[in-house]
């Protein structure tokens, strides 16, 4: 059974996104685990120097099973809501982790084979992890699974056309076969972009000529970005209601780099799904 893993740090604008990864989860026909990663003593400016008593990590992980079992319930009662009783009702599992976030992610991705991992961003409150700091860059850095990124505030509508932003590379090809099977559970048009620069025309032609022969979805599209960069291009097709979900393929010496898909994330007024190189298995 497909698994949606969706980190949560019980700011506002986690559980939106825990909404949003519900709706996704009750189309692709998922299921849905919660988690919560308590990371004290590494934040601690004298954890060298200080033990962190046992007593106080396990007050803490009760408190964050509280919550998970509070934020469960808020997800099951928006099924109630929806009157989707009688469709797919996702199992929804959670649990708590002691260490370094980006670290605790991983291993349940491995362990419980996770298919896609949902997380919000610019949360405010204290505990707030997912503000773009160091974990959520370390996490697009170093994810080798797929993240789709959730702005603040951004409520779920029906995704009908999913933008990929594309920079002609062959293994994009694999990436959107496997992005189809995801699209498909919406009956949602893929929208191929690439900032066009006049000496690449020959190349853009190829890369949909391939898309064509190799790709088994009728309900794809192409579009060229006329901009003076990339950045620019695609911040123009997020503001302006072209697409719904903003898909992306992270690598490390190209222009989808690190700082590229960081300074994305924080702009994209749209999901910002990031996958990595190569992908080529998705919520199938």
Known sequence: ????????????????????????????????????????????????????????????????????????????QQIDI?????????????????GNVTDYIRDIVYDDHINLVVMGMSGTNMFSRFVLGSNSRDLIKKADFPLLLIPKNHIYSPIKKIGFATDLSETDIDVLHSLANFARCFNAEILISHVLHTSEQKQVDAFLSDVTCKVDYPKIYYRSLQSDGVNDGLQWLTENGQVDVLVMVHRSHNLF????????????????????????????
């Not at 980190?7 to 949003?20: G, I, L, M, Q, V």
């Not at 990864?21 to 009750?26: D, G, S």
């Not at 009688?86 to 002691?98: A, E, L, N, W």
């Not at 994305?264 to 799904?273: D, F, G, H, N, Q």
């Open 82 to 98: 929806d009157n989707e009783s009688s469709g797919f009702r996702p199992q929804i599992q959670h649990s708590t982790g002691v």
């Open 1 to 76: 059974m497909k698994t949606i893993l969706v980190p949560t740090d019980f700011s506002p604008s986690a559980n939106n996104a825990a909404k949003y990864a519900l709706k996704i989860a009750q189309k692709v026909k998922a299921n849905i685990k919660l988690c919560n990663t308590i990371k004290v003593p590494g934040e601690s400016v004298l954890a060298a120097q200080v033990a962190w008593p046992l007593e106080d990590i396990e007050h803490l992980k009760d408190g964050s099973a509280v919550e998970l079992i509070y934020l469960k319930e808020v997800l099951i």
């Open 257 to 284: 780099d690190n700082s590229f898909t960081q300074k994305l994330a924080v702009k994209s007024k749209v999901p910002l799904m990031v996958l990595p190189d190569a992908f080529d298995k998705f919520l199938m």
